[in-house]
T-cell receptor, first 115, second 111 residues
C-alpha cells in the first residue's frame, strides 16, 4: 500500500503558541487529504477535508480560523493549530486519498500536548 | 446522520480463541466498510475493506463480513495471538470518502 508520513510524531508546546503538523504522501499523489482528531479512548473524528489547490472544507463544530489547513501540493498538506490551548491536546491523524486507489492511507499520527 | 457502534467495547481472552468483533451502522447507504487496527499511540493499519456489493473479505486469520441491509459487519479473528492485542476500528464510507469511525473494540489476548 501507499505510504503517508506525518511530522512531527509528537510535540509539546505552551498555551498560546501555534503548532504546524505536516502530512506527506511519499509514493503517490494525493488529490485529497483528510485530518482527524482522536481524544484519549475515543474514536477518530473528521475535522476537515483538504483538496490540493483549494480551500479546505471543515466539519461542523471545527473552527477554521483555529485549525488552518494548507494543501499546497499533491504530496503535502499542513495543519496549523493556532493559539493552542490545553483542550487542543489530542492525537491528530491525517489520511491521503488518490483517484487511483479505492481507499485512504493513514499517517502514523502526531501527539500534541499543550501545557 | 450515520452512527457507527462497535460491540464489545473491550475484550480480554486467552490466546488460541476465535473471536468475533461486531460493528453496526444506522444508515445502510454505504459505499464500503473498512476494518482497521490501532496500536496504542500509533496510527491506523488497514486490515480489510469490503465494498458495498461484497459479502466478505479474508486476509490470513481475519475474515470480515458485511450485511448491508441489516447494518452490520463482523470481524472474525481465528486462533488469536498476543500480537493481535490492539484496538480494532470499523469505519464506513457513505460515498463521500469521509470515513465515519466506530467507537472501537480494545482487544487483549493474553498468553
Amino acid at each position: 500500500g501507499a505510504v503517508v508520513s506525518q511530522h512531527p510524531s509528537w510535540v509539546i508546546c505552551k498555551s498560546g503558541t501555534s503548532v504546524k503538523i505536516e502530512c506527506r504522501s511519499l509514493d503517490f499523489q494525493a488529490t485529497t487529504m483528510f485530518w482527524y482528531r482522536q481524544f484519549p479512548k475515543q474514536s477518530l473524528m473528521l475535522m476537515a477535508t483538504s483538496n490540493e489547490g483549494s480551500k479546505a472544507t471543515y466539519e461542523q463544530g471545527v473552527e477554521k480560523d483555529k485549525f488552518l489547513i494548507n494543501h499546497a501540493s499533491l504530496t503535502l498538506s499542513t495543519l496549523t493549530v493556532t493559539s493552542a490551548h490545553p483542550e487542543d491536546s489530542s492525537f491528530y491523524i491525517c489520511s491521503a486519498h488518490s483517484a487511483g486507489y479505492n481507499e485512504q492511507f493513514f499517517g502514523p499520527g502526531t501527539r500534541l500536548t499543550v501545557l | 446522520k450515520q452512527e457507527v457502534t462497535q460491540i464489545p467495547a473491550a475484550l480480554s481472552v486467552p490466546e488460541g480463541e476465535n473471536l468475533v468483533l461486531n460493528c453496526s451502522f444506522t444508515d445502510s447507504a454505504i459505499y464500503n466498510l473498512q476494518w482497521f487496527r490501532q496500536d496504542p499511540g500509533k496510527g491506523l493499519t488497514s486490515l480489510l475493506l469490503i465494498q458495498s456489493s461484497q459479502r466478505e473479505q479474508t486476509s490470513g486469520r481475519l475474515n470480515a463480513s458485511l450485511d448491508k441491509s441489516s447494518g452490520r459487519s463482523t470481524l472474525y479473528i481465528a486462533a488469536s495471538q498476543p500480537g493481535d492485542s490492539a484496538t480494532y476500528l470499523c469505519a464506513v464510507d457513505p460515498g463521500t470518502d469521509k470515513l465515519i469511525f466506530g467507537t472501537g473494540t480494545r482487544l487483549q489476548v493474553f498468553p
